[in-house]
């Protein structure tokens, strides 16, 4: 077990982040064991199908025998949404004595590197791998991920302001609990305790995470990776049609639309699950909201929907 004893400021502290980077080397224990996430077994076989048979293994390699990652691979983002090229600069700084320390900490195959240069070559390759893996694999997707992410956080930064950190964590996954001002993660391979000390915590919700993973090393900054809600809308066809009263009442699309809206989202992501354009969706939005059955809240450049307590009552009558 691993666990996080956050303090007043470290709760004032805490914070969301979106990592390209960090969802491109998690996706690997889904290529590695396609048991871990159903839902992703479309896509685990578009991008094998697509992958140079020379780079699955090396790519396979950098997970570890129990599905642990590499520190390094994952490095700390500074920003809310680093780009993948800079995150990946900043692991081609990582010292090799960090790269020496994290593969045998993740439990990782075949031969460590003995000295510092050595490590640096595998440093190096392990990043000109991931860069073709990202464009091939990952990127042409990110769109996508990136606005199931945001609405994750949206969801999570809402449990925050009403219940504090006790409903912030309490769905969030099985293996996390929190009590007395320690943040307890289950069934990890590390067995630490870790006093951040005003270092705040980083929260990172991920597509591709089957359960939380902090860093593996207990010198690493507080901070966990979390399975992101509403993955299954990723790979899967648009609802169907609602043949109900309510879709009588409002027609198709907006009954469609208040079903969708039980979470925050933006009009553009809207419009990706529905297959239609953006404009489309915004008439009948506006229509919506003008009869007390949507609100918006504009979060940085985006205009979230959701939900009224009408709206809820709607679509899922008692």
């Known amino acids: 077990m691993i666990s996080y004893e956050l303090g007043v400021e470290d709760l004032a502290?805490?914070?969301?982040?979106?990592?390209?980077?960090?969802?491109?080397?998690?996706?690997?224990?889904?290529?590695?064991?396609?048991?871990?996430?159903?839902?992703?077994?479309?896509?685990?076989?578009?991008?094998?199908?697509?992958?140079?048979?020379?780079d699955v293994d090396p790519l396979v390699s950098l997970v570890g025998e129990k599905l642990a990652l590499p520190d390094f691979l994952t490095?700390?983002?500074?920003?809310?949404?680093?780009?993948?090229?800079?995150?990946?600069?900043?692991?081609?700084?990582?010292?090799?004595?960090?790269?020496?320390?994290?593969l045998p900490a993740a439990l990782i195959h075949g031969p460590i590197p003995a000295d510092d240069a050595s490590a640096v070559r595998f440093r190096d390759a392990a990043c000109e791998l991931l860069q073709r893996y990202w464009e091939?694999?990952?990127?042409?997707?990110?769109?996508?991920?990136?606005?199931?992410?945001?609405?994750?956080?949206?969801?999570?930064?809402?449990?925050?302001?009403?219940?504090?950190?006790?409903?912030?964590?309490?769905?969030?996954?099985?293996?996390?609990?929190?009590?007395?001002?320690?943040?307890?993660?289950?069934?990890?391979?590390?067995?630490?305790?870790?006093?951040?000390?005003?270092?705040?915590?980083?929260?990172?919700?991920?597509?591709?995470?089957?359960?939380?993973?902090?860093?593996?090393?207990?010198?690493?900054?507080?901070?966990?990776v979390y399975p992101s809600r509403a993955v299954a809308t990723l790979w899967t066809p648009p609802p169907a049609p609602d043949a109900t009263a309510l879709t009588a009442l409002l027609g198709v699309p907006r009954a469609r639309l208040l079903h969708l809206l039980e979470e925050p989202l933006p009009t553009i992501e809207l419009a990706r699950r529905l297959r239609v354009t953006p404009s489309a969706v915004s008439q009948h939005l506006r229509v919506l909201h003008g009869t007390g059955l949507v609100t918006r809240a504009r979060a940085g450049r985006q205009v979230l929907y959701r939900r009224t307590a009408l709206g809820d009552h709607l679509a899922d009558p008692p």
């Open 13 to 54: 502290d805490t914070r969301f982040a979106i990592s390209p980077l960090s969802e491109t080397v998690t996706s690997l224990r889904v290529l590695r064991d396609p048991g871990l996430h159903v839902l992703h077994l479309p896509w685990r076989r578009a991008v094998l199908g697509e992958l140079d048979a020379t």
């Open 75 to 102: 490095p700390r983002p500074t920003t809310f949404a680093p780009t993948f090229d800079e995150e990946l600069s900043l692991v081609r700084q990582t010292a090799p004595e960090l790269v020496r320390r994290d």
């Open 136 to 224: 091939l694999a990952i990127e042409p997707a990110w769109p996508q991920m990136r606005r199931v992410l945001e609405a994750d956080m949206t969801y999570r930064a809402r449990r925050l302001a009403v219940g504090g950190a006790r409903l912030l964590f309490a769905d969030m996954h099985p293996n996390l609990r929190w009590h007395e001002g320690v943040l307890y993660i289950s069934k990890m391979i590390g067995r630490h305790h870790v006093a951040a000390s005003g270092q705040g915590l980083l929260l990172m919700p991920s597509v591709f995470a089957h359960k939380p993973a902090p860093p593996v090393s207990s010198q690493e900054p507080p901070s966990l």
